[in-house]
């Protein structure tokens, strides 16, 4: 697994996965533009304080913008990792392809493109499921506050489990059959956590967080190529007979 890992931070050189990268980071920050925008034009004018019975506090331009900001920062807190999983799947195919012709050539040439529509499906299931994990979790943030760590403790464990199944199901989704994918989730599970645990951890330190869903994704896309083309005897180089067998699910 470390490895895998140090083999992702060497392909944020390749010029293809950082075109990936910013292309990845600008429609995230084209997101969140949106939202501040969308909480601007709701809270310009609104009156909190008479909603709850409080008499009269109008919002002018200024508290409006500043509103619009916090709450956009927490709102990134909450969504960041759910919409970075939804808007990377949309490049799986880019980034598989790099990374694999760069270290797999011969599982670059055996792939079958799953394309952007379902890259960005995948993406979407991806990212539901991390806001769902995340808004079961959010009663138990709150009350770890008072401990001040205990909310960053938790929003690594939460959000490494969906990342991990999620980044995994991403790399093999060009690869073998439903049946051979399904095996490989499984036994390689414990993998796919550690990997998710470390994105969930980027994802805690300014300026990493940006990288993070690329490298997990170049991390795990490694993990599969040195694991998925094995036997029972340990690996064996991937000859056109097995590479046959691994796409077509023939034996």
Same mark, same amino acid.
């Given at each position: 697994? #470390?490895? !895998?890992?140090? #083999?992702? *931070?060497?392909?944020?050189?390749?010029?293809?996965?950082?075109?990936?990268?910013?292309?990845?980071?600008? +429609?995230?920050?084209?997101?969140?533009?949106?939202? !501040?925008?969308?909480?601007?034009? *709701?809270?310009? %004018? /609104?009156?909190?304080?008479?909603?709850?019975?409080?008499?009269?506090?109008?919002?002018?331009?200024?508290?409006?913008?500043?509103?619009?900001?916090?709450?956009?920062? #927490?709102?990134?807190?909450?969504?960041?990792?759910?919409?970075?999983?939804?808007?990377?799947?949309?490049?799986?195919?880019?980034?598989?392809?790099?990374?694999? &012709?760069?270290?797999?050539?011969?599982?670059?040439?055996?792939?079958?493109?799953?394309?952007?529509?379902?890259?960005?499906?995948? $993406? *979407?299931?991806?990212?539901?499921?991390? +806001?769902?994990?995340? *808004?079961? !979790?959010?009663?138990?943030?709150?009350?770890?506050?008072?401990?001040? +760590? %205990?909310?960053?403790?938790?929003?690594?464990?939460?959000? %490494?489990? $969906?990342?991990?199944?999620?980044? %995994?199901?991403?790399?093999?989704?060009?690869?073998?059959?439903?049946?051979?994918?399904? /095996?490989?989730?499984?036994?390689?599970? $414990?993998?796919?956590?550690?990997?998710?645990?470390?994105?969930?951890?980027?994802?805690?330190?300014?300026?990493?967080?940006?990288?993070?869903?690329?490298?997990?994704? !170049?991390?795990?896309?490694?993990?599969?190529?040195?694991?998925?083309?094995?036997?029972?005897?340990?690996? &064996?180089?991937?000859?056109?007979?097995?590479?046959?067998?691994?796409?077509?699910?023939?034996?």
């Amino acid at each position: 697994m #470390l490895r !895998a890992i140090g #083999l992702a *931070l060497t392909d944020l050189a390749d010029g293809r996965v950082i075109a990936i990268f910013v292309e990845a980071l600008a +429609i995230t920050l084209v997101f969140f533009v949106g939202i !501040a925008a969308l909480l601007f034009w *709701l809270l310009s %004018g /609104s009156d909190p304080c008479s909603m709850v019975g409080m008499g009269s506090c109008e919002l002018g331009t200024g508290t409006s913008g500043i509103g619009a900001i916090l709450l956009t920062v #927490l709102a990134a807190w909450f969504l960041f990792p759910a919409v970075a999983i939804t808007v990377i799947a949309a490049f799986t195919d880019r980034i598989c392809r790099a990374v694999e &012709e760069r270290h797999y050539p011969e599982a670059a040439r055996a792939a079958r493109p799953i394309g952007v529509a379902r890259g960005a499906l995948m $993406g *979407l299931k991806s990212g539901a499921r991390l +806001i769902l994990f995340n *808004l079961i !979790a959010l009663p138990f943030y709150l009350l770890l506050l008072v401990t001040g +760590i %205990g909310p960053f403790i938790l929003f690594v464990i939460v959000n %490494g489990l $969906g990342f991990g199944r999620d980044l %995994g199901e991403l790399a093999a989704a060009r690869h073998g059959d439903r049946s051979s994918r399904r /095996s490989w989730l499984r036994s390689t599970r $414990g993998q796919q956590h550690l990997v998710g645990t470390m994105v969930s951890l980027l994802f805690l330190v300014p300026f990493a967080n940006l990288v993070a869903p690329v490298i997990g994704t !170049a991390a795990t896309i490694h993990l599969f190529n040195r694991s998925f083309w094995t036997t029972d005897n340990g690996p &064996e180089p991937l000859t056109p007979a097995n590479r046959r067998s691994a796409v077509t699910g023939e034996h």
